[in-house]
């Protein structure tokens, strides 16, 4: 059960981080919010 | 509709993330791939983990268990190697050992890879490497570099407070996943609990009669070039330790604390009949004082940082000026795992006798290299022979 809430809680952040970076504005931060969404999908797809 | 400016800079950045997402994903997944061993032509059989605890079938830890068995009747040895998987010349130690020993009599059994899991990663936050190699006369063989714990992705969560079983000792979150806390370990707990106690029922199951637990430690750590035993074991730990000293090789005796809960050195001894033996040897790159972390200094144990330690006297070092190879870490390892065997003996009528193990000059002179030779010749003929 844990291992699905783990992975439930990382595609969550996953998808927010998501709209962020297609709802900002400045190209710089969209580049800060996707390094965050890296290591976020490596955490969905269980590999890192 | 055309694009928003911000939707096309997006949709490159996102582009850019799947790019980075797969080349770092692909390096991670290459961890998961086993190192491949060659046991030496006296392997009589192979096991796994599970076979002593079924709860641990299918995950990341049901390791592989090889038996020696020799013509005479004798006692039984347990050599553990890769309980900490950032501790490279204790993995090695064992490899070593398995790829070369033979027996005439007694039984050994080895478990290179103790906490497989901890190979699949390394430390957060410590810029480890995730491979090293070593020169062998057939080419370069490559082993994985590991964590000290079991790997987060294969138990999770961790909780605030460690609290061992049974004893109630409480210890940070994160040693939760330290095999060498989790001793006697129990069936229903985290993985790493199962793995403990499956290692229990080894010892139990097959009566092991002598049994080591390889490690290093930063140079530091207190407890460095030392052999810490159980009290039941003293007689033969002091004999070894004596030898050893004859040799020229430093090595302190460390008795197990008895109110130190979850090592393989108290827990062991304490629910088992076993006389439990845990070595330490010095590894600059699990010290805070390291500077680069590479490859190089775990093969080579050379560090600036530690030589300027050592030099300015103020901090007392397990450190030479030449630096710690893994050649002299894995020597070490051997030679007072074979010292403790030939004590274990001397005091008993039912010997385990090995040979075709190398001592400790010849390490350091021929390298590690020179006895994992046979294997690296295995993989390019196998290579050649087309099989995967």
């Known amino acids: ?48 | 509709m055309p694009l928003k400016k911000n939707h096309v800079s997006a949709a490159i950045i996102l582009l850019a993330s799947a790019v980075v997402s797969f080349l770092a994903g692909r390096e991670f997944l290459l961890m998961r791939e086993p190192d491949v061993f060659y046991p030496s032509p006296s392997l009589t059989r192979e096991g796994r983990l599970s076979d002593y605890f079924p709860g641990l079938e299918g995950t990341a830890n049901d390791s592989k268990v090889y038996f020696f068995e020799g013509k005479e009747s004798g006692s039984t040895a347990l050599l553990l190697g890769g309980t900490h998987g950032n501790e490279a010349a204790s993995a090695l130690a064992a490899v070593i050992v398995l790829e070369n020993v033979e027996i005439s009599a007694g039984r050994l059994i080895v478990l290179p890879r103790a906490n497989e899991s901890g190979y699949t990663c390394t430390d957060p936050m410590e810029g480890y490497p995730q491979f090293y190699s070593i020169d062998t006369r057939d080419g370069a063989r490559r082993f994985r570099f590991g964590s000290r714990l079991t790997n987060p992705l294969h138990q999770w969560p961790d909780p605030l407070v460690c609290s061992h079983w049974p004893s109630g000792q409480q210890l940070s979150g994160f040693e939760t996943r330290n095999l060498n806390r989790s001793y006697p370990g129990r069936p229903g707990g985290s993985l790493t609990d199962k793995t403990g106690y499956a290692i229990m029922q080894l010892i139990k199951t097959e009566k092991v009669d002598v049994a080591f637990d390889l490690h290093e430690a930063a140079p530091e750590i207190p407890i460095i070039n030392a052999i810490v035993y159980h009290e039941k074991a003293e007689e033969i730990a002091l004999n070894a330790i004596f030898e050893l000293e004859m040799e020229g090789i430093n090595c302190s005796p460390e008795r197990s604390p008895e109110n130190f809960h979850g090592l393989s050195h108290r827990e062991w001894g304490d629910y088992t009949q076993v006389n439990p033996f845990l070595m330490e040897t010095s590894n600059p790159i699990q010290g805070r004082l390291r500077g680069r972390t590479n490859a190089e200094l775990i093969v080579k144990g050379v560090s600036p940082e530690y030589l300027m330690a050592l030099e300015s006297g103020a901090l007392k070092i397990a450190y030479l000026p030449a630096g710690e190879p893994i050649e002299r870490r894995v020597a070490r390892h051997i030679t007072a795992f074979r010292r403790v065997i030939e004590a274990y003996n001397s005091l008993g009528d039912r010997p385990v006798i090995l040979t075709n193990l190398p001592e400790y000059s010849d390490v350091l002179e021929k390298g590690v290299g020179e006895y994992l030779a046979r294997g690296a010749r295995k993989t390019d003929e196998t290579k050649k022979a087309g099989h995967s």
């Not at chain 1, 996953?14 to 919010?33: C, G, N, T, Y």
């Open chain 1, 1 to 48: 059960m844990l291992y699905w809430i783990y992975i439930a809680i990382a595609a969550f952040i996953s998808a927010i981080l998501l709209l962020e970076l297609w709802r900002e504005k400045d190209w710089r931060v969209q580049a800060a919010i996707s390094m965050v969404l890296i290591v976020c999908i490596l955490r969905v797809l269980q590999i890192k």
